[in-house]
């Protein structure tokens, strides 16, 4: 897919917008986009792992959620439009146990009111561990509370 991004990505603006949110309580940071992705790494921790010492699936899918909403409104006028989440799934394939995973959100359909994103989260040996499909709604902006 040719450029979907309707600017050169920040890899620290992302940063910074995640601030105090869930995306910075899990250790989630954005590291690299291109034309049409953007990755972003999330540690196997305390706060990722689900009681049996696993990455937890849920961990996986906020950060595919994380990766692919944000993908979506870099394709966007933020002023005028957003993209929220639709509809997420995951196929959870590798346990992990510690270290940190990587997850890229690469665009499968940009259009006007519908994007479809396809993320893939791989452990430190760039082995499969999630992949997951996200649809965004692209919907009217709302002025912040």
Same mark, same amino acid.
């Given at each position: 897919? $040719?450029?979907?991004?309707? &600017?050169?990505?920040?890899? &620290? ?13 899990? /250790? ?12 972003? *790494? ?23 959620? *994380?990766? /692919? ?33 990587? /997850? ?17 989260? &791989?452990? &430190? ?19 912040? $509370?």
């Amino acid at each position: 897919m $040719a450029q979907v991004f309707r &600017e050169a990505v920040s890899i &620290e603006a992302l940063n910074a917008l995640s601030r105090t949110t869930l995306i910075d309580h899990l /250790g989630i940071v954005f590291t690299a986009a291109g034309e049409d992705w953007v990755s972003a *790494t999330m540690p196997v921790d305390e706060r990722t792992r689900q009681p049996y010492g696993i990455l937890h699936g849920g961990a996986s899918v906020v950060l595919a959620e *994380t990766l /692919g909403s944000s993908a979506g409104n870099l394709c966007v006028d933020t002023t005028r439009q957003v993209c929220v989440g639709l509809e997420i799934n995951a196929n959870h394939i590798r346990a992990v146990r510690g270290g940190v995973v990587t /997850g890229t959100a690469r665009a499968i359909h940009v259009g006007r009111s519908t994007h479809v994103w396809d993320i893939r989260i &791989e452990d &430190e040996g760039g082995r499969l561990v999630c992949t997951s499909r996200l649809t965004l709604a692209v919907v009217p902006a709302v002025a912040p $509370a």
